[in-house]
């Protein structure tokens, strides 16, 4: 593989992980019920409303989720698999139905890893801003708390001390080593996939 081919392979998994997590934080901030007049979440709604827009009169919602998002967050990573595949020199013929379990597998494996990230910023941002009235803040806030508020339930009250987000962060990371990990391996993900997990 020459350099040219790897800056495109570069540039391919960059630029379309960037607009595949945007998809994703789509479904993410209507799953957390999250504020859409945020100004960061209308990005995100124009940003995916082109591509929406004709699936979901193919792919309905239910139950205040929009499983459009969901599709296209998949349809976006098989994409971005066959392109990164092809231009490796693999061959895809036949390999549909495994790259659509890769597929699901790394949008999987995103799903966590926003959910992770946030967590890290939440927690920052408790340290130095903790009452921010800041659009980014409060987005972050509401994606973490449907995550913590059930932690915070079953542990005691330590005295304005959070620890709930250590325990999230165990849960995330063991989903993550048991689950995913374990699914990419069962399923045959080849290692040039390795970067979408």
Sequence with gaps: MNGMNTAV????????SLYLLIVLLRFILQLVRADFYNPLSQFVVK??????????????GFG???????????????????GVLLLMGYGVGGYLLPLL???????????????FFALIVSVIL?????????PAAQLVN???????????????????????????????NLVDMLVINNLAAMSGMPRALSPFL
Aim: charged share 10%; net charge positive; glycine share 6%.
């Design 9 to 16: 392979i570069y540039l391919v998994q960059t630029l379309g």
């Design 47 to 60: 940003a995916t409303q082109p591509l929406l827009k004709p699936l979901r009169r193919v792919v309905p």
């Design 64 to 82: 205040g989720l929009d499983f459009a998002s969901l599709v296209l967050a998949i349809l976006v990573q098989l994409a971005l698999m066959i």
């Design 101 to 115: 379990l890769w597929s699901a597998i790394g949008v999987t494996s995103l799903f966590l890893k926003v959910f």
């Design 126 to 134: 408790s340290w130095v801003a903790p009452s921010s009235y800041n």
């Design 142 to 172: 509401q994606i973490c708390e449907p995550l913590l508020s059930p932690i915070r339930r079953i542990l005691p009250n330590l005295g304005g001390l959070d620890i709930s987000p250590i325990f999230a962060f165990i849960a995330l």
